[in-house]
Nanobody, 120 residues
């Protein structure tokens, strides 16, 4: 099975930027469709952004225009560039998705996540 490790979180002021990384371990596979999710205290995990297996991107309305998801197949890594951060973006951010060939990432798999805190 593939493991996903998130990194790049931190504490920033409103309007600041962060770049999150999601690195997949293992060999003999490529990343398929991948997504970023976040969970704030007392709230359910919510979907934030996705990139399909053919490279098209999709975003939750509240982050559209501010966040950009991208992928480096050679590094087996997915990124989330986060600009113009708001306090409402504060959460633990996770990545998840599919492998190619499929089935190497469990559908209920969640790693440690990376904490993003936006405050003045």
């Amino acid at each position: 099975q593939v493991q996903l490790v998130e990194s790049g979180g931190g504490s920033v002021q409103p309007g600041g930027s962060l770049r999150l990384s999601c690195a997949a371990s293992g060999s003999n596979f490529r990343l398929g469709a991948m997504g970023w999710y976040r969970q704030a205290p007392g709230k359910q995990r919510e979907w934030v952004a996705a990139i399909t297996n053919v490279g098209s991107t999709h975003y939750e309305d509240s982050v559209k225009g501010r966040f950009t998801i991208s992928r480096d197949h050679a590094k087996k890594t997915v990124y989330l560039q986060m600009n113009s951060l708001k306090p409402e973006d504060t959460a633990i951010y996770y990545c998840n998705g599919d492998s190619d060939p499929p089935g190497l990432i469990p559908r209920d798999y969640w790693g440690q996540g990376t904490q993003v805190t936006v405050s003045s």
